[in-house]
């Protein structure tokens, strides 16, 4: 399997954290000419790029079965001699997309003033189906931190 890498610093603006989770970068099931794909993310980078400060950010990733309003990002493949990714990137999402109710596979507490890496051990990636839209939400939320945070992630496929 090829290892691709996506960021929510590579389209569309960030949107500020509020009280409500807000996706900053999802990896979706998409049909192509050559047919659906699952994937696997086994790492999520996440930091804040805003004046350092005590307050508590909420990450988690959950499953995705609906796009929202975002921005596409392509997904670069780490070896360039791979093919390009089919899966699609969304990042900075202004409207939320359909998140499955109790879907939460992964969930991060953090300050504001450290930077959260998630790797997964043998294994133990987080999967998403070969179902057109289906996918993985990377996701943030504050109570007292209101500007931007920055997700990235790597995949297989």
């Excluded at 990733?61 to 921005?71: E, Y």
């Excluded at 409207?95 to 043998?122: D, F, H, K, Y």
Aim: glycine share 8%; net charge negative; aromatic share 4%.
């Amino acid at each position: 399997m090829a290892i691709y890498t996506s960021s929510n610093l590579l389209a569309g603006t960030q949107q500020n954290l509020s009280t409500a989770y807000k996706t900053l970068l999802s990896l979706t099931a998409e049909t192509t000419t050559f047919g659906v794909v699952r994937g696997k993310i086994s790492e999520i980078t996440i930091g804040i790029d805003a004046a350092p400060a005590d307050n508590t950010i909420n990450i988690d990733v959950s499953r995705q079965t609906a796009a929202g309003t975002s921005t596409a990002v392509t997904v670069n493949p780490v070896d360039p001699g791979d093919v390009a990714g089919r899966a699609a990137g969304e990042a900075n999402y202004t409207a939320e997309g359909t998140i499955t109710a109790a879907s939460q596979l992964l969930a991060i507490p953090m300050n504001q003033r450290a930077t959260a890496r998630w790797v997964c051990s043998p294994g133990g990636e987080l999967v998403w189906p070969a179902t057109d839209e289906n996918g993985l939400a990377i996701r943030a939320k504050s109570p007292a931190y209101t500007s931007t945070a920055v997700a990235e992630a790597k995949h297989a496929e």
